[in-house]
């Protein structure tokens, strides 16, 4: 299985040749992307995007140019009004930062770009699981990829996903990074149920996960409401985990499918 995000690509070409990363800093009214985004900037490419359009041709081109030495480098902040001046309708201003960068900030870059990422944390390493990974690896995510068993996980994987061994597999949930969205699909019923258990109850500490969502049917949710309500769980806790996961109205059972699905349920979340 073969996965690569744009941090991957960025960092197997900086280590032949230079580039300029390009960052949204901020932004006012309509924009087309967010603070945070970035795009890197080749002599003959780009990795990633900063919205596209004639900012984005506009915002390549000066990048270019100081990748050649054409242009003097930047004195702070750059301001693009998206307006007619740039041949652009949107009405909002967004404002770049242009950084050339070489090999020697790699370890700074990964580590920078990664934290900017939502924390998912996937618990199973079947199929769907490994379909989910290597869709949420092209995404604004981070994965925390666990299973209980050895040798599930493919030996390369992109620098957004981390595999954990945990055994028993729900030990992981108390050491998740505070605001993960928590995906359950393990290879039984009674692992997931032991997940859903520890979320709740790091919820009843902390509150801090957002998102909890159980792969299955609704009889599989209603078999696990009885045993989490024996429990001692509330209705209002178990309102809080979402089964069946995925956005409704796709109903297709292929792994990349409900992959497709959950991602944009995910990305739901974020608003």
Do not use: N
Request: charged share 20%; hydrophobic share 45%.
């Amino acid at each position: 299985m073969t996965m690569s995000g744009a941090v991957d690509q960025l960092l197997a070409r900086l280590r032949h040749e230079d580039a300029v990363l390009v960052r949204v800093e901020s932004t006012q009214g309509s924009a087309p992307r967010e603070a945070g985004t970035w795009m890197a900037v080749w002599a003959d490419g780009l990795t990633a995007t900063i919205g596209g359009g004639q900012l984005e041709f506009q915002a390549t081109k000066e990048a270019r140019e100081l990748l050649a030495g054409t242009r003097k480098p930047f004195d702070g902040i750059q301001r693009y009004p998206l307006g007619p001046s740039l041949g652009q309708c949107c009405g909002g201003v967004m404002f770049l930062s242009y950084e050339r960068i070489t090999s020697a900030d790699a370890p700074r870059l990964q580590q920078d770009l990664l934290a900017q990422l939502e924390p998912v944390a996937l618990f199973g390493g079947g199929h769907v699981g490994a379909a989910l990974a290597r869709l949420l690896s092209t995404l604004p995510f981070s994965v925390r990829w666990i299973d209980s068993r050895d040798g599930v996980f493919p030996e390369e994987l992109p620098a957004q996903i981390d595999t954990e061994h945990s055994e028993p597999v729900q030990d992981a949930v108390a050491a998740l990074a505070p605001g993960s969205r928590v995906l359950i699909m393990s290879f039984s019923h009674a692992e997931d149920l032991d997940i859903v258990i520890a979320c709740l109850k790091r919820l009843r500490e902390r509150d801090d996960l957002p998102y909890i969502g159980l792969i299955g049917s609704k009889t599989k949710w209603a078999t696990f409401s009885h045993r989490l309500e024996a429990r001692g769980f509330t209705a209002d806790e178990l309102a809080r985990v979402t089964c069946p996961i995925g956005v409704p109205g796709i109903t297709g059972k292929e792994p990349e499918v409900i992959a497709v699905a959950v991602a944009a349920q995910l990305l739901q979340s974020l608003g």
